[in-house]
């Protein structure tokens, strides 16, 4: 499924209209009745209950007025409340008044304080709330009537539905001035926006429902450049094993990492490529630290490099013996636990330089780069990067709530400019192509807030990247999923291993997708 920024989402409803005479006010009907299908799920009927209305001056209010419509033919108590410019209201949202009006449904203009007072009474007896206030064409700080309205909601703490975004939410970045409407559920028009999927915007979502409303399906296909990695799209990722498959074609896998008090994440790191599939997997790490991973790792091969001090790599000579070890592989990744020593960065950007393989960079392995970006053009072949906002606002040098207020732009801008491909990790996963081309994932689980699930995530691209060409993608679809799973079992005390062990049972999960399809 794409997702669409607004004005994409404008000039999709523009062209059904002016290229396929497609009626705005048919549309319109289509969102409100959706909205009202919603609502009678929630509700489980909406007979004889009580739903408060709100409706701004645009379309997205005569998308809540067709809802009213409905509402009402259905046996609830419907009261309509109305917010903005009169003068600034659109033709189809004055038809729909005009219908309400002849169904003498009395709507109720926010204006003098005995309007604001009939609200507040209202809102303490309704049963739900429908949020048809601003729309995907909201950007900024919200004005005086619209943030005294969308308190009074999230106070009054009622089921509410919003129409295409919750009323304060940017559509296109999910920025939130003071505050944004607190949905229990999101209807979608057309496409999900970016907004839905960042937060804090996506924090007032609640739960995403996404409706074509009839639009036709190739304008909600073609020249969008954002893609939601959705169980449909990850079928496409994992073609299925070969029967002669052995080690040696499933992918040998060089992994560079671990320093002195950060063995976990190397072993984290190597043990999730292992998961994944990967046929043979060596990991590189400090002579000092190697005789740990012996006993730790019991599939996994390790190769001693030379160190500078204890536990720290460094100099030509553990530079050499990973250039010669990348050789025999099909893929390398550095960065997991490697430490920021001044002789650990210099042996990153010798290896980043010289190596002539797939490579994938996380967490001090991207380090070295911070301010230097640009020197990430010097790769031979098209690295991945999998930082956190913290690691790639330092990478850009942007301030992370700059970076986090404008993220596609500045991964797909980044990933362009720097020929990279990078995996930014929040709590949706953007994934930026060199070709513009993101995809965005919201798989996964808050519970995933912890020490070493970036590690697994890394490991796990690296794992991949012999056996499909979207390693990144499907990384990171099993990363969230086997997240989500083991969010099941253990909650918030989940930990990184709990990840990397479900990360088997995301591939059965995967194949089975596959299977019921066919």
Same mark, same amino acid.
Request: aromatic share 4%.
């Given at each position: 499924?794409?997702?669409?920024?607004?004005?994409?989402?404008?000039?999709?409803?523009?062209?059904?209209?002016?290229?396929?005479?497609?009626?705005? !006010?048919?549309?319109?009907?289509?969102?409100?009745?959706?909205?009202?299908?919603?609502?009678?799920?929630?509700?489980?009927?909406?007979?004889?209950?009580?739903?408060?209305?709100?409706?701004?001056?645009?379309?997205?209010?005569?998308?809540?007025?067709?809802?009213?419509?409905?509402?009402?033919?259905?046996?609830?108590?419907?009261?309509?409340?109305? !917010?903005?410019?009169?003068?600034?209201?659109?033709?189809?949202?004055?038809?729909?008044?005009?219908?309400?009006?002849?169904?003498?449904?009395?709507?109720?203009?926010?204006?003098?304080?005995?309007?604001?007072?009939? !609200?507040?009474?209202?809102?303490?007896?309704?049963?739900?709330?429908?949020?048809?206030?601003?729309?995907?064409?909201?950007?900024?700080? +919200?004005?005086?009537?619209?943030?005294?309205?969308?308190?009074?909601?999230?106070?009054?703490?009622?089921? &509410?539905?919003?129409?295409?975004?919750?009323?304060?939410?940017?559509?296109?970045?999910?920025?939130?001035?003071?505050?944004?409407?607190?949905?229990?559920? &999101?209807?979608?028009?057309?496409?999900?926006?970016?907004?839905?999927?960042?937060?804090?915007?996506?924090?007032?979502?609640?739960?995403?429902?996404?409706?074509?409303?009839?639009?036709?399906?190739?304008? +909600?296909?073609?020249?969008?450049?954002? &893609?939601?990695?959705?169980?449909?799209?990850?079928?496409?990722?994992?073609?299925?094993?070969?029967?002669?498959?052995?080690?040696?074609?499933?992918?040998?896998?060089?992994?560079?990492?671990?320093?002195?008090?950060?063995?976990?994440?190397?072993?984290?790191?190597?043990?999730?490529?292992?998961?994944?599939?990967?046929?043979?997997?060596? *990991?590189?790490?400090?002579?000092?630290?190697?005789?740990?991973?012996?006993?730790?790792? &019991?599939?996994?091969?390790?190769?001693?490099?030379?160190?500078?001090?204890?536990?720290?790599?460094?100099?030509?000579?553990?530079?050499?013996?990973?250039?010669?070890?990348?050789?025999?592989?099909?893929?390398?990744?550095?960065?997991?636990?490697?430490?920021?020593?001044? #002789?650990?960065?210099?042996?990153?950007?010798?290896?980043?330089?010289?190596?002539?393989?797939? !490579?994938? *960079?996380?967490?001090?392995?991207?380090?070295?780069?911070?301010?230097?970006?640009?020197?990430?053009?010097?790769?031979?072949?098209?690295?991945? +990067?999998?930082?956190?906002?913290?690691?790639?606002?330092?990478?850009?040098?942007?301030?992370?709530?700059?970076?986090?207020?404008? +993220?596609?732009? #500045?991964?797909?801008?980044?990933?362009?400019?720097?020929?990279?491909?990078?995996?930014?990790?929040?709590?949706?996963?953007?994934?930026?192509?060199?070709?513009? #081309?993101?995809?965005?994932?919201?798989?996964?689980?808050?519970?995933?807030?912890?020490?070493?699930?970036?590690?697994?995530?890394?490991?796990?691209?690296?794992?991949?990247?012999?056996?499909?060409?979207?390693?990144?993608?499907?990384?990171?679809?099993?990363?969230?999923?086997?997240?989500?799973?083991?969010?099941?079992?253990?909650?918030?005390?989940?930990?990184?291993?709990?990840?990397?062990?479900?990360?088997?049972?995301?591939?059965?999960?995967?194949?089975?997708?596959?299977?019921?399809?066919?």
């Amino acid at each position: 499924m794409k997702i669409a920024l607004a004005k994409q989402m404008h000039d999709i409803d523009r062209s059904a209209i002016d290229d396929y005479g497609l009626p705005e !006010l048919s549309l319109m009907e289509s969102a409100g009745h959706r909205v009202f299908g919603a609502l009678k799920n929630l509700l489980g009927t909406v007979a004889n209950k009580s739903i408060c209305i709100l409706a701004g001056s645009g379309n997205n209010g005569g998308d809540a007025l067709v809802a009213a419509r409905y509402l009402s033919n259905g046996g609830a108590r419907v009261k309509i409340f109305l !917010l903005g410019n009169k003068e600034h209201r659109t033709a189809s949202l004055n038809v729909q008044m005009r219908i309400l009006r002849g169904m003498n449904i009395e709507l109720q203009q926010l204006e003098s304080d005995r309007a604001w007072e009939r !609200l507040q009474v209202t809102l303490r007896f309704s049963d739900a709330v429908v949020d048809g206030l601003l729309g995907t064409g909201f950007s900024g700080e +919200l004005r005086p009537g619209a943030l005294r309205l969308i308190r009074l909601v999230n106070a009054a703490k009622k089921i &509410t539905v919003a129409i295409d975004v919750p009323s304060g939410v940017d559509a296109d970045t999910g920025a939130v001035g003071e505050t944004a409407m607190n949905a229990t559920c &999101t209807v979608a028009l057309g496409l999900p926006k970016v907004g839905h999927y960042i937060c804090p915007g996506a924090s007032f979502v609640g739960k995403l429902l996404v409706d074509d409303i009839g639009l036709p399906a190739n304008l +909600l296909r073609d020249e969008i450049h954002q &893609t939601l990695v959705d169980d449909e799209l990850a079928l496409t990722f994992l073609p299925a094993r070969p029967k002669d498959s052995h080690k040696g074609t499933c992918g040998k896998i060089l992994i560079v990492a671990g320093s002195r008090g950060m063995t976990g994440a190397a072993s984290l790191a190597a043990m999730s490529a292992m998961k994944v599939g990967a046929g043979l997997v060596t *990991l590189a790490t400090p002579e000092s630290l190697n005789s740990i991973y012996e006993v730790k790792l &019991t599939e996994v091969m390790t190769a001693p490099l030379d160190e500078v001090k204890q536990g720290i790599l460094g100099g030509d000579k553990a530079a050499e013996k990973i250039l010669d070890l990348a050789e025999k592989f099909d893929a390398l990744l550095l960065g997991p636990g490697l430490g920021r020593e001044q #002789e650990t960065s210099e042996l990153v950007k010798k290896i980043v330089e010289t190596v002539d393989k797939p !490579l994938v *960079l996380d967490a001090d392995a991207i380090y070295p780069f911070n301010g230097k970006a640009d020197e990430l053009k010097a790769c031979k072949q098209i690295p991945i +990067l999998t930082p956190h906002l913290g690691e790639l606002a330092a990478l850009l040098n942007i301030p992370v709530d700059k970076l986090r207020g404008a +993220l596609v732009h #500045e991964v797909r801008r980044a990933a362009q400019e720097y020929r990279v491909i990078i995996v930014a990790k929040c709590e949706a996963t953007v994934v930026g192509y060199p070709n513009g #081309e993101i995809f965005i994932s919201s798989l996964g689980t808050n519970a995933m807030a912890s020490g070493g699930c970036g590690d697994v995530l890394a490991g796990a691209i690296a794992g991949l990247m012999k056996q499909t060409p979207f390693a990144p993608l499907t990384g990171v679809w099993l990363h969230g999923t086997a997240g989500k799973l083991a969010s099941d079992d253990f909650a918030e005390g989940l930990t990184a291993t709990d990840v990397m062990n479900c990360l088997p049972t995301a591939i059965k999960k995967l194949r089975a997708i596959g299977y019921q399809k066919s």
